[in-house]
């Protein structure tokens, strides 16, 4: 078809075959004023033809990575670019009538493409059921297959597969296509299969994967990271293919695939979290470019996308393009061939010498084209036309990279930009690179309006500000708009009898069987349902993993084989840990799961939370919070939220309505599912309202025996003494010596001692003694199984977690962790230190820190580990503060929902009436620093040759300035390592002070550096030894003159040890500042001074 076209123009006469490598070309003839439609287009078709389709396998559509005849590798990235241009050129051929078979030909091109990668994918089944398990770097599938037999060519330790970016491009390509029209899944297996790759790509914010570059860190050593261009990717794959029929117009029920939305949520925190950084080594990379611009548009706030840009472009963009990343030796004449990866202070050989990489000069072009910004794709155009070659036929040929030679490097290190950079041989001798080819042929028709950004995005990835409110899909993430959403609730009452007497006091509520034949379902019931979904046997693909189904998730109606269900969320469900026993905390996570549905609810129907009233709820001092709390659904109000309280056969009109048809094809196998039940009891018969319960007493909580005393003696004597006692902590105790002498299956009486401790820890809770709750709880070595989501949602935000007691070793957490792994740690490094009951109050907190730094996160500012044995410790201190004189308060002995409050009210910024010492025992147990503290610690390094040591550890100078650069993560960290060997949280405190004073004054005094190195403790010594000298001068004088002096607070020295130091003001006369300075400023002028230029004191 293609031989019956008239030949393309040929280029003019002056333009020879190529010289030296060294010159690049100048563009000529490829743009012509007034040149018909058909014959640009059959310019471009015969540019696509040459530099992209002549190389696409004719066995299973992949293309290669490198195009000499002896390359057989396939990448799923690069293939995925070749599609798209392929399939950009058919758009604009659709545009006339005559296209003589072009647009079927580009169209299938892209068709045959996509189905190779997914050929290759399927072909790896089982690697994507064990990854759903176990999303490990040994389990995820291959990113590289040879490019004519779709065959593994690297094993997983010869190359760096996991590349959630790769999964997550080839996911929103797809949905992109079949959306333009095209038909590429053919049937239910291969249905099944994409809804299992968005089961793997779902978990994007917990897999740290090797990222777009291959390499994982920066450091290339074989590390993993989360990276934002992964998770970003991953959130817009899920975000387009969210309820997608992959059969198109044609499709059914059976080929929309389902995507978890609190997961897509999880993906979304995470991506703003991470943001303007790549990683934690990566402080920004040019692979952010196609996730916060085309293809993905991953970014809803403007100013978040404005701030990663900026950053991109003023740190990255160069002459010849942009670099990959700050210190990226890929390739350099520095890097050793010879090694796979780096040795520790390599990074700085590379500095300045990176490679140059034009195609992300084409991505600005883009992403110009699509925000309407002209003069950004002018400015790119320029920058971009001197640096691309033109083919013997007259096409432009985009260089991979431009390169700085051997005999430059020095030149250039000692003055960036200062050396010619030469390009890379792709584009000459028959090599092409494909991926910048295919990108520069889809702004070329952007450019020339062959083609508009709506044909290359036709499920609206990017929406202009003006048009987000009118864009109609099932599911919309676009723009930070406001989000007013009000929320619908049905309150349901357990039973009829609870009905009746909720009536009595104006809450209106149904109960299960008034609200038939809608059905209500707890959870883990849709949780079953689902593991039915894209189940496939010939393909040995299990359905969805069994994940809790989250806030957004129950804010649906279901349609289930035939059965309209509506779910309660997971805050109501019965948790086996103690914390459901405290009304107060239900309230709160309540108003939090609220607050949470109204940030993040995103679609076109309201969403329905539905209120489960037990009757346990209202017994005895619970039933006024709740009544409360009833009252403020009746207002319409809840913590700020708007709230609308109807009947569900009322609400559910106005719902978003998800229909689970995938049930029927395996219907014979499904087991019943168990709807919520009401409870049969006589409905005039009255509600139990025991005797409100105040919180038990001090006295009363307190156990009456000693366990040293009991750990020796007979068995007999304990079983006598636990049955006689009343005491429940006493009876947990004891129960606790017989079960670790005797084990669980010992018999007292009738019962074992399981049995035994679980009559006293559910006794303990309805009485509200919660050190006996708590003393029960450990050893049965309860757990609770939201702690594993509520510490992804603190690493999310940006944060690691520690667990272990204070003062001991902890272990930090910074990657997501299944729920049995959490529990081994918390009770291996609480457990032997004699702090069990601090196994479950760390639960408690970290469930807590959870759904505060989801609501206000803000309060964690400066506080880049969470360090949960600390909190602890400042809490302590927050009760010995309030205690004053008297003994404080035993921490154990508060209900959950007090612990909660007393974290807040730590937490919250100090209040200026207490002591300096109170305020630093506080901020230090916290690891609160501030604003700029890291990048002031780095900028001290790079004065200190020796490096810094503090409690005993060394900060070198080398390799960490080689190694790392300032504003990247992993420094950050690298101090907190370093601090957390400090013991006392006041003195951490004075060190973090120490730190900032010796930067202002390296700041103020450029000519100054330190010769040794800098012992942060001996500085310390000497500052309070000073201060010591002052002191006891002052002292002498009151005691001659007896006029005490009001400007200093008088502590003894000797007892308290540096108890006066610690409680005296940071700043002002004779603060802690001054002596710190004095200190530091000794020890710097015994160091070398730098000449400086403009010295005054210099004599020439």
Request: glycine letters at 6%; charged letters at 25%.
């Given at each position: 078809?293609?031989?019956?076209?008239?030949?393309?123009?040929?280029?003019?006469?002056?333009?020879?075959?190529?010289?030296?490598?060294?010159?690049?070309?100048?563009?000529?003839?490829?743009?012509?004023?007034?040149?018909?439609?058909?014959?640009?287009?059959?310019?471009?078709?015969?540019?696509?033809?040459?530099?992209?389709?002549?190389?696409?396998?004719?066995?299973?559509?992949?293309?290669?990575?490198?195009?000499?005849?002896?390359?057989?590798?396939?990448?799923?990235?690069?293939?995925?670019?070749?599609?798209?241009?392929?399939?950009?050129?058919?758009?604009?051929?659709?545009?006339?009538?005559?296209?003589?078979?072009?647009?079927?030909?580009?169209?299938?091109?892209?068709?045959?493409?996509?189905?190779?990668?997914?050929?290759?994918?399927?072909?790896?089944?089982?690697?994507?059921?064990?990854?759903?398990?176990?999303?490990?770097?040994?389990?995820?599938?291959?990113?590289?297959?040879?490019?004519?037999?779709?065959?593994?060519?690297?094993?997983?330790?010869?190359?760096?597969?996991?590349?959630?970016?790769?999964?997550?491009?080839?996911?929103?390509?797809?949905?992109?296509?079949?959306?333009?029209?095209?038909?590429?899944?053919?049937?239910?297996?291969?249905?099944?299969?994409?809804?299992?790759?968005?089961?793997?790509?779902?978990?994007?914010?917990?897999?740290?994967?090797?990222?777009?570059?291959?390499?994982?860190?920066?450091?290339?050593?074989?590390?993993?990271?989360?990276?934002?261009?992964?998770?970003?990717?991953?959130?817009?794959?899920?975000?387009?293919?969210?309820?997608?029929?992959?059969?198109?117009?044609?499709?059914?029920?059976?080929?929309?695939?389902?995507?978890?939305?609190?997961?897509?949520?999880?993906?979304?925190?995470?991506?703003?979290?991470?943001?303007?950084?790549?990683?934690?080594?990566?402080?920004?990379?040019?692979?952010?470019?196609?996730?916060?611009?085309?293809?993905?548009?991953?970014?809803?706030?403007?100013?978040?996308?404005?701030?990663?840009?900026?950053?991109?472009?003023?740190?990255?963009?160069?002459?010849?393009?942009?670099?990959?990343?700050?210190?990226?030796?890929?390739?350099?004449?520095?890097?050793?061939?010879?090694?796979?990866?780096?040795?520790?202070?390599?990074?700085?050989?590379?500095?300045?010498?990176?490679?140059?990489?034009?195609?992300?000069?084409?991505?600005?072009?883009?992403?110009?084209?699509?925000?309407?910004?002209?003069?950004?794709?002018?400015?790119?155009?320029?920058?971009?036309?001197?640096?691309?070659?033109?083919?013997?036929?007259?096409?432009?040929?985009?260089?991979?990279?431009?390169?700085?030679?051997?005999?430059?490097?020095?030149?250039?290190?000692?003055?960036?930009?200062?050396?010619?950079?030469?390009?890379?041989?792709?584009?000459?001798?028959?090599?092409?690179?494909l991926w910048g080819q295919a990108l520069y042929n889809i702004a070329k028709l952007l450019v020339d309006e062959l083609i508009s950004p709506k044909d290359i995005d036709p499920i609206h990835r990017y929406v202009p500000r003006q048009d987000q409110r009118n864009v109609s899909m099932r599911y919309s993430n676009q723009g930070p708009i406001v989000n007013d959403v009000v929320i619908h609730v049905a309150l349901i009452a357990e039973s009829q009898r609870l009905q009746v007497f909720l009536n009595t006091y104006g809450i209106q509520t149904q109960t299960p069987q008034q609200v038939e034949p809608i059905q209500i379902w707890p959870q883990k019931e849709l949780v079953k349902a689902y593991r039915f979904l894209a189940i496939n046997k010939k393909l040995g693909l299990s359905g969805r993993p069994e994940r809790p189904v989250g806030c957004i998730g129950t804010c649906k109606i279901y349609r289930i084989l035939g059965k309209t269900v509506v779910c309660y969320p997971i805050v109501f469900d019965l948790s086996d840990f103690y914390l459901s026993q405290d009304v107060m905390l239900l309230i709160d996570d309540i108003t939090n799961a609220l607050q949470f549905i109204k940030?993040?609810?995103?679609?076109?129907?309201?969403?329905?939370?539905?209120?489960?009233?037990?009757?346990?709820?209202?017994?005895?001092?619970?039933?006024?919070?709740?009544?409360?709390?009833?009252?403020?659904?009746?207002?319409?109000?809840?913590?700020?939220?708007?709230?609308?309280?109807?009947?569900?056969?009322?609400?559910?009109?106005?719902?978003?309505?998800?229909?689970?048809?995938?049930?029927?094809?395996?219907?014979?196998?499904?087991?019943?599912?168990?709807?919520?039940?009401?409870?049969?009891?006589?409905?005039?018969?009255?509600?139990?309202?025991?005797?409100?319960?105040?919180?038990?007493?001090?006295?009363?909580?307190?156990?009456?025996?000693?366990?040293?005393?009991?750990?020796?003696?007979?068995?007999?004597?304990?079983?006598?003494?636990?049955?006689?006692?009343?005491?429940?902590?006493?009876q947990a105790q004891l129960a606790g010596i017989l079960l670790r002498r005797e084990g669980p299956d010992f018999l007292t009486k009738d019962e074992n001692l399981m049995d035994e401790l679980e009559r006293i820890y559910r006794r303990a809770g309805s009485r509200k003694l919660w050190l006996a709750v708590r003393h029960a709880a450990v050893i049965m070595k309860k757990f609770a199984s939201s702690i594993a989501p509520h510490i992804t949602t603190i690493l999310v935000n940006g944060k690691q977690v520690t667990l272990g007691l204070f003062g001991h070793e902890e272990e930090v957490i910074s990657n997501p962790l299944s729920p049995g792994v959490i529990q081994g740690i918390i009770y291996s490094k609480c457990s032997p230190h004699g702090g069990?009951?601090?196994?479950?109050?760390?639960?408690?907190?970290?469930?807590?820190?959870?759904?505060?730094?989801?609501?206000?996160?803000?309060?964690?500012?400066?506080?880049?580990?969470?360090?949960?044995?600390?909190?602890?410790?400042?809490?302590?201190?927050?009760?010995?503060?309030?205690?004053?004189?008297?003994?404080?308060?035993?921490?154990?002995?508060?209900?959950?929902?007090?612990?909660?409050?007393?974290?807040?009210?730590?937490?919250?910024?100090?209040?200026?009436?207490?002591?300096?010492?109170?305020?630093?025992?506080?901020?230090?147990?916290?690891?609160?620093?501030?604003?700029?503290?890291?990048?002031?610690?780095?900028?001290?390094?790079?004065?200190?040759?020796?490096?810094?040591?503090?409690?005993?550890?060394?900060?070198?100078?080398?390799?960490?300035?080689?190694?790392?650069?300032?504003?990247?993560?992993?420094?950050?960290?690298?101090?907190?390592?370093?601090?957390?060997?400090?013991?006392?949280?006041?003195?951490?405190?004075?060190?973090?002070?120490?730190?900032?004073?010796?930067?202002?004054?390296?700041?103020?005094?450029?000519?100054?550096?330190?010769?040794?190195?800098?012992?942060?403790?001996?500085?310390?010594?000497?500052?309070?030894?000073?201060?010591?000298?002052?002191?006891?001068?002052?002292?002498?004088?009151?005691?001659?003159?007896?006029?005490?002096?009001?400007?200093?607070?008088?502590?003894?020295?000797?007892?308290?040890?540096?108890?006066?130091?610690?409680?005296?003001?940071?700043?002002?006369?004779?603060?802690?500042?001054?002596?710190?300075?004095?200190?530091?400023?000794?020890?710097?002028?015994?160091?070398?001074?730098?000449?400086?230029?403009?010295?005054?004191?210099?004599?020439?």
């Open positions: 078809m293609a031989d019956s076209v008239a030949a393309p123009p040929r280029p003019h006469p002056e333009v020879l075959r190529l010289g030296s490598i060294y010159e690049p070309l100048k563009l000529s003839s490829l743009h012509r004023e007034d040149e018909p439609l058909w014959e640009k287009l059959d310019r471009y078709y015969n540019a696509v033809k040459t530099t992209i389709l002549n190389y696409q396998s004719p066995t299973t559509g992949l293309f290669p990575v490198k195009t000499c005849s002896e390359c057989k590798e396939a990448k799923v990235r690069d293939s995925l670019y070749c599609a798209a241009g392929a399939w950009a050129l058919a758009m604009a051929y659709r545009r006339i009538d005559d296209n003589m078979g072009r647009t079927h030909e580009l169209e299938h091109s892209a068709i045959k493409c996509m189905r190779g990668i997914l050929y290759c994918y399927m072909r790896q089944a089982d690697k994507v059921e064990q990854f759903k398990q176990d999303p490990s770097p040994s389990k995820c599938l291959h990113s590289v297959f040879d490019v004519d037999t779709g065959d593994e060519v690297h094993s997983y330790s010869d190359y760096h597969h996991l590349q959630i970016d790769a999964v997550s491009l080839f996911l929103l390509y797809l949905v992109e296509m079949i959306c333009s029209g095209l038909q590429i899944i053919y049937n239910t297996d291969e249905v099944s299969f994409i809804q299992n790759l968005v089961f793997c790509v779902e978990r994007a914010y917990r897999v740290p994967d090797y990222g777009m570059w291959e390499r994982g860190s920066k450091y290339n050593n074989g590390s993993t990271e989360l990276h934002s261009s992964s998770v970003g990717l991953a959130k817009a794959a899920l975000e387009a293919i969210n309820g997608f029929n992959l059969f198109g117009n044609q499709g059914c029920s059976w080929s929309v695939i389902f995507v978890d939305l609190d997961a897509h949520n999880r993906n979304r925190q995470t991506l703003c979290s991470l943001l303007p950084r790549e990683s934690r080594s990566h402080n920004t990379d040019a692979a952010l470019l196609p996730t916060i611009s085309y293809p993905a548009f991953a970014v809803d706030d403007d100013a978040l996308y404005s701030q990663t840009l900026d950053k991109i472009v003023r740190k990255l963009r160069g002459k010849y393009g942009f670099k990959r990343f700050i210190r990226d030796g890929y390739r350099t004449t520095n890097e050793d061939k010879d090694r796979r990866y780096y040795k520790p202070a390599e990074m700085k050989l590379f500095d300045g010498i990176e490679y140059e990489f034009p195609i992300f000069f084409i991505y600005m072009m883009i992403d110009g084209v699509f925000r309407g910004n002209k003069a950004q794709v002018k400015e790119y155009q320029e920058l971009l036309d001197p640096i691309i070659f033109q083919s013997y036929e007259g096409h432009a040929v985009v260089p991979k990279y431009y390169y700085v030679p051997a005999d430059f490097v020095e030149a250039e290190q000692n003055k960036h930009g200062s050396q010619k950079r030469f390009p890379s041989n792709s584009g000459r001798d028959g090599k092409v690179f940030q993040c609810w995103k679609m076109q129907g309201r969403p329905l939370f539905l209120v489960l009233i037990r009757e346990d709820n209202i017994k005895g001092s619970r039933f006024n919070p709740v009544l409360d709390m009833l009252a403020s659904f009746k207002k319409g109000n809840i913590g700020g939220v708007k709230v609308h309280v109807d009947r569900l056969q009322t609400l559910i009109s106005g719902a978003v309505v998800e229909q689970l048809d995938f049930l029927r094809v395996n219907e014979a196998e499904i087991s019943e599912f168990k709807s919520f039940e009401e409870l049969e009891l006589p409905k005039h018969s009255k509600v139990k309202r025991q005797m409100s319960t105040p919180n038990a007493s001090d006295l009363e909580q307190q156990p009456e025996i000693s366990v040293e005393e009991w750990l020796d003696k007979p068995t007999n004597e304990i079983i006598q003494k636990f049955h006689d006692s009343n005491c429940l902590a006493s069990e009951r601090e196994a479950v109050l760390q639960q408690e907190l970290v469930i807590h820190i959870g759904w505060i730094i989801s609501n206000n996160p803000e309060l964690f500012s400066g506080m880049l580990k969470i360090r949960v044995g600390w909190i602890v410790q400042a809490m302590k201190h927050e009760l010995k503060i309030r205690a004053g004189d008297m003994p404080p308060q035993d921490i154990y002995q508060l209900s959950p929902s007090d612990i909660k409050q007393l974290l807040l009210d730590v937490l919250q910024p100090q209040n200026t009436g207490r002591s300096w010492l109170n305020r630093r025992q506080i901020d230090g147990s916290l690891n609160r620093t501030p604003l700029g503290f890291y990048d002031r610690v780095w900028q001290i390094l790079e004065r200190t040759p020796n490096g810094i040591r503090v409690a005993g550890t060394h900060l070198p100078q080398q390799p960490t300035l080689s190694d790392m650069t300032m504003y990247e993560m992993n420094f950050s960290l690298l101090v907190e390592d370093k601090l957390k060997k400090i013991v006392l949280p006041e003195y951490r405190q004075i060190i973090v002070e120490l730190l900032m004073v010796v930067s202002i004054l390296l700041e103020r005094n450029p000519e100054l550096e330190f010769s040794d190195q800098v012992d942060l403790d001996i500085l310390v010594k000497e500052a309070f030894s000073d201060f010591q000298k002052d002191h006891s001068s002052l002292e002498g004088k009151e005691k001659q003159e007896c006029d005490p002096s009001p400007s200093l607070p008088l502590l003894p020295l000797s007892q308290d040890g540096m108890e006066a130091f610690y409680n005296t003001p940071p700043v002002g006369k004779r603060s802690t500042s001054s002596y710190l300075t004095k200190a530091v400023m000794i020890q710097l002028l015994q160091g070398d001074v730098k000449p400086c230029k403009d010295d005054p004191c210099s004599v020439s």
